[in-house]
């Protein structure tokens, strides 16, 4: 199955879920715990935020071109990537969430309709 940005957004939900209760747990250790608790509970609540701060990142690129999908797989979560060439020119291509890429992905945006080198 593709990911989706419906599929995104609801990992994010679990994602700041998991985050919050790691927060919490860090914060409810009672003084004088042991300094392996606190550095793990520490561990759990940075790996967790993490987490959630890369599937935001994810989504944020992912919503700036709804609508999309890839040919390839069907996922919506199309990234545009744009590359400066030698001569100053400018590739685009749009890559979806899997990694497939070429101009064959749709994108909102001109740049997805094909390759485009500006000169
Ligand atoms: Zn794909």
């Known amino acids: 199955m593709p990911m989706t940005l ?56 992912a919503e700036q071109h709804p609508g ?6 069907g996922s919506d979560c199309i990234k545009i990537r744009s590359r400066q060439l030698d001569n100053d020119g400018t590739v685009w291509w749009g890559e979806c969430y899997h990694g497939h890429e070429g101009p064959d992905v749709r994108s909102a945006d001109q740049a997805l309709d094909d390759f485009r080198r500006t000169t």
């Open 68 to 73: 999309h999908t890839c040919p390839e797989c």
């Open 6 to 61: 419906k599929k995104l957004r609801r990992e994010l939900a679990k994602a700041e879920a998991a985050s919050e209760r790691a927060s919490q747990a860090r914060a409810a250790l009672p003084p004088g715990s042991t300094r392996a608790r606190v550095t793990s509970a520490n561990a759990r609540w940075a790996s967790a935020a993490e987490y959630r701060d890369l599937l935001r990142g994810q989504l944020a690129e």
